[in-house]
C-alpha cells in the first residue's frame, strides 16, 4: 500500500512533463513496433485503448507509485502497449519503496508479462527465452531503482549532517562568545573593582573632610585624578590583551600584573588607608609559571577590594607561602565590619568570577565568617 507520505510528495513540473513525454513515446513505439507489417484488427483497438489508459495513469506512478504500478501491471497482462508505463512504475516503487515492496512489484510485473505472452506471443522470441528476458529486465529496473533510493538516502544523510555540524558549530561560536564575554567580564572586575574602591576610599575622605587643609585636598583631587587615568588605562589593556589577534605583550600595552607585583598591590592599599600587613615566604616568586603569578595576584587582589568595600577600618592580614612543587597557599583575612552592609552592595560576584578563575588553574578557593574574621584562602599548584 502506498504511505501517507506519498500524498505529501510533490514532484516538480518538470519532472511530470518528462515522465509523461517518456511514456507516450515509448507506448507509441511499442505500438508502431508491434503492428508494423501485421493486419489491424480487434486488438489493435485494445492495444490503443490500453496504450492511451497507461500513457494517462503514468504520471501517477509519482505520487501513487504501489497503487499505479498495481493497475499498470494489470494491463500489461493485457496489452504489450501497457509494458513501458508499468516497468515505469515498477523503477518508482523500487526507488521509493522498502525493498521487499519492489520486489513484489517486479514479480507482480512478471507474472504480468508471463500471462502476457501467453495469449499474445512474440513471434521473434520463444516462450522461455521471453520469460528469461522479462526476468532479467525486472531484475535490472529493481536493482537500478534500489540504488537510486540508497544514493538518495545517502545525500539526505550528509545533508541532515551538514546542517547539525552546521547548527553544532553555532553552538560552539555562541558558547565561545559567551566565555569570551565572562572572561572579559573577569578580568574587568578584577581591575576595575579594585581601582575604583580606591578612588571611592579617596572621595569619600574629600567628601566627609571638607575641613582638611587645602593641601591634603589637592593630594587627594591628584590620587583620584591619576586613580581615574590608571583606571581608564587598565581597562583599555584588558581590553586589548583579551581580543584574539592581539598578543598578550603586544605594543603599548603592559604585561598583566603577577605575584611579584602584590607589594605593589599592598602599597596602594596602605596609601589609602587600610591597615595591611603582609607576610610572603614564597620562594622564587619570580619564576612563578604565568598562570599561577596571575591567579595569585587577583586573589590578593579581590581579598584587598572586598575589605575595603564591606569592613572599611577593619585591618588586613596577607601571607602568601609555598614555592615550586609544593604549591602556593594564599590566606586573606580581615576583620568583620561592626555594621550590617548597607542595601544594593555587591552580592559576591567577584568572588563567583575567583572561584572560576583558580579552578581552571587547578586550584581550591574557600572564603568563610569564623571567629569575627573573613578569610579567603586559596590552593593553587605549582608545577615544580
Not at 59 to 81: G, I, K, N, Q, Y
Request: aromatic share 4%.
Amino acid at each position: 500500500m502506498d504511505s501517507p507520505e506519498d500524498c505529501e510528495h510533490r514532484p516538480s513540473a518538470a519532472a511530470v512533463a518528462t515522465l509523461t513525454a517518456v511514456s507516450g513515446v515509448l507506448v507509441a513505439g511499442t505500438i508502431v513496433g508491434w503492428w508494423t507489417g501485421r493486419g489491424l484488427g480487434p486488438l489493435f483497438a485494445l492495444d490503443l485503448v490500453a496504450g492511451a489508459l497507461s500513457w494517462a495513469l503514468t504520471p501517477l506512478t509519482l505520487w501513487r507509485p504501489v497503487t499505479a504500478t498495481a493497475v499498470l501491471t494489470a494491463l500489461a497482462a493485457v496489452s504489450p502497449a501497457a509494458t513501458p508505463p508499468a516497468t515505469i512504475g515498477a523503477v518508482q516503487v523500487a526507488r521509493r519503496r522498502r525493498f521487499p515492496v519492489g520486489i513484489a512489484a517486479a514479480v507482480g510485473g512478471i507474472a504480468a508479462h508471463a500471462i502476457q505472452g501467453l495469449w499474445r506471443p512474440n513471434g521473434g522470441v520463444s516462450y522461455g527465452w521471453w520469460l528469461v528476458l522479462i526476468t532479467v529486465g525486472y531484475g535490472a529496473l529493481l536493482g537500478w531503482g534500489a540504488w537510486a533510493q540508497a544514493r538518495e538516502a545517502l545525500i539526505r544523510s550528509l545533508r541532515e549532517r551538514a546542517r547539525r555540524a552546521e547548527a553544532e558549530q553555532g553552538r560552539r561560536v555562541a558558547e565561545a562568545r559567551m566565555l569570551e564575554r565572562r572572561k572579559i567580564a573577569r578580568e574587568m572586575h578584577d581591575v576595575l573593582a579594585h581601582r575604583l574602591s580606591l578612588l571611592a576610599t579617596f572621595a569619600g575622605a574629600m567628601e566627609y573632610r571638607p575641613d582638611s587643609s587645602p593641601e591634603q585636598l589637592s593630594r587627594a583631587a591628584g590620587v583620584v585624578r591619576s586613580g581615574v587615568h590608571q583606571a581608564l588605562e587598565e581597562l583599555r589593556e584588558v581590553i586589548s590583551l583579551l581580543r584574539d589577534d592581539a598578543p598578550e605583550d603586544g605594543d603599548g600595552a603592559r604585561p598583566q600584573p603577577v605575584l611579584t607585583d602584590v607589594p605593589r598591590l599592598v602599597e596602594e592599599s596602605r596609601a589609602a588607608g587600610t591597615e595591611v600587613q603582609l607576610r610572603d615566604t614564597v620562594a622564587e616568586a619570580a619564576e612563578a609559571p604565568p598562570a599561577v603569578a596571575r591567579t595569585a595576584y587577583r586573589v590578593v587582589q579581590e581579598g584587598l577590594t572586598n575589605a575595603r568595600k564591606h569592613a572599611a577600618g577593619q585591618p588586613v592580614r596577607v601571607a602568601l607561602r609555598g614555592g615550586p612543587g609544593e604549591g602556593l597557599e594564599i590566606d586573606v583575612r580581615n576583620g568583620l565590619s561592626p555594621r550590617p552592609p548597607a542595601p544594593g552592595r555587591s552580592g559576591g560576584a567577584g568572588l563567583v568570577g575567583l572561584t572560576e578563575r583558580v579552578h581552571l588553574a587547578g586550584g581550591r578557593l574557600d572564603h568563610q565568617e569564623a571567629g569575627g574574621e573573613f578569610r579567603l584562602h586559596a590552593l593553587i599548584p605549582w608545577p615544580s
